[in-house]
């Protein structure tokens, strides 16, 4: 695998259809052309980088692939879920403008919150848009695999902001013995299901032993705002589920602290007065000064416009590169998992300089 390969590529893609899901959300489907279906083959969970100019300014974001994987060879199509953010100029973009002939850039997929079919039982709790990437993994793990269970848990307001809902409903028809589906409603009473109100770690604790046998699950999921999935991940910690069976992606993040079961925000300890970073990107490396205040992701941009990113809020993981030598401190992190950390990835839109020389190699 090329360099490239591994942080991505930009390729224009025309827009074959926008489709209505809810009220404020989207489904964007673009049209692969055959040369560049094996760049845009992808794993179910993964997402994709969009990048287009509004008011001049070049705009970044990533959105989960929602479709399954069926085709070998690559796929002849793509489809995202989008949910309009207030004040969002990407999602704002897509649901009020967006229309089937434009064409965006976009770049080939990536992310590791992933799940090849094999043979087990899944489970995930998610809320909101975070049912996007579970719904490509539920939906290619339950066609390919005829020996895996999957028992999903969303969290959403109202049934009418509730995205995907004839998509769920279609598979738990097709797939009755194997695809467990729990819908709970913040704002809506329903007859049956969980009692209305946030899926808090305290209700999980009480809710998922009700649902399956917690011990036996061979993959957790947890997907959308970061107090559901923190809420989530301390409930099965509470529970006795090993740290290495559960996956997490975060999509929205408040501006407050990070809490437990995040790497978290880093003491804010003083940084050199001057560094260098060193940097290998695309085969090529360099050496540049690293500005007062800077991130390491903003070094590399003044002088290399092609280096990976997408957030830039340490959520997506695009910007992700081996710490080869010396130190720094991130900001937070919600994308990388724990032997990531271990291994010495970091997050360079996060990351500043703790020592003098600091090298970052992006083509690991």
Known sequence: MTAAARHGAFHPLRVAAVDRLTDDSVTVTFAVPPELREA????????LTLRTR????EIRRTYSICAPVTDADGPGTLRVGIRLVEGGAFSTHALKELSAGDTLEVMTPAGRFVLEPRPGTYAAVVGGSGITPVLSIVATLLAREPEARFCLVRSDRTTASAMFLEELADLKDRYPQR???????S?????TGPASGRLDAERLTALLPALLPVERVDGWFLCGPYGLVDGAARALRGLGVRRDRVHQEIFHVDGTTAG???AAAAPRTPGPEESTLAVTLDGRSGDWPVRSGESLLETVLRNRSDAPYACKGGVCGTCRALLVSGEVRMDRNFALEPDELDAGYVLACQSHPATERVELDFDR
């Open 179 to 185: 695809f467990q589906l729990v819908q709970s409603f």
């Open 260 to 262: 437990e079961g995040t």
């Open 187 to 191: 704002r809506e009473q329903q007859q």
């Open 40 to 47: 845009f083959r992808h794993r179910p969970g993964q997402h």
């Open 54 to 57: 509004i008011d001049g300014a």
